[in-house]
């Protein structure tokens, strides 16, 4: 069991979103949605690199045999809204094999399937168009962009009803204490508003205005 996503599950993306901001670290993934809400994403990427097709046709990947379970998928098609590159058929192996979800700069189709099956995906949108013979998977567990966004093998893919962001692994440890702390000072204020504390004193009992201050 990996510890640290156990440990990212517990709390809300927001918390997390605000300790990027005060460390200074940009992750949010702007204009990525999920395709039906309720339902969390946490996990280590798996990335994935198109790019349209050359002179020869391309494959669009049979790389999900190789994605373990509790991973995310992340596919990098520079955000292309004219074609796929995940469908039905992506969608139930990576739910049969128990894998976390998919992330993707770029659309997705088959959604009725997704829905069905509860399964987890992050897109900039729908459309039926297959990427076949105009995208090219080149290549596999290397670093990848969502918008403006580097995601790198092993970091840490979050995604929920309010959008999908990326912890870079080498301060996952750090973002994951602050975010907590964060967390934990939140809800003591909204346990001291539902005491009948005014919210202007419960929020400076905490500090709440210096949460998501940039640290120095």
């Known amino acids: 069991m990996d510890e640290i996503v156990e440990s990212y599950k517990k709390i809300s993306i927001a918390a997390v979103s605000d300790a990027l901001d005060r460390l200074g670290i940009h992750g949010t993934c702007l204009g990525i949605s999920p395709t039906n809400y309720g339902y969390q994403m946490v996990g280590r990427a798996f990335t994935v690199k198109y790019l349209p097709v050359a002179q020869d ?29 995940w469908g039905d058929i992506l969608t139930s192996v990576a739910h049969m094999k128990g894998i976390a ?6 659309v997705c189709r088959d959604v009725s399937c997704s829905l069905d099956l509860k399964y987890p995906i992050f ?6 168009r297959t990427g076949k013979d105009r995208v090219d998977a080149v290549a596999y567990m290397v670093p990848v962009s ?22 870079h692994k080498e301060r996952e440890t750090e973002v994951l204490a602050l975010a907590q702390l964060i967390e934990e000072k939140e809800e003591g204020i909204r ?9 202007k004193e419960a929020r400076e009992k905490y500090g709440y205005h210096q949460l998501q201050s940039r640290e120095n």
């Open 57 to 85: 046709k391309g494959s669009v990947g049979d790389y999900i045999d190789e994605v373990s379970t509790g991973s995310v998928v992340v596919l990098d098609n520079a955000g292309r809204l004219d074609c796929t590159v």
């Open 101 to 106: 979800g998919t992330l993707i700069d770029g």
């Open 123 to 128: 897109s900039r949108g729908k459309y039926m």
């Open 146 to 167: 969502i918008g403006d966004v580097q995601v790198r093998p092993g970091d840490i893919i979050f995604g929920s009803d309010d959008g999908a962001l990326v912890i």
């Open 191 to 199: 346990q001291e508003v539902m005491r009948g504390t005014p919210l």
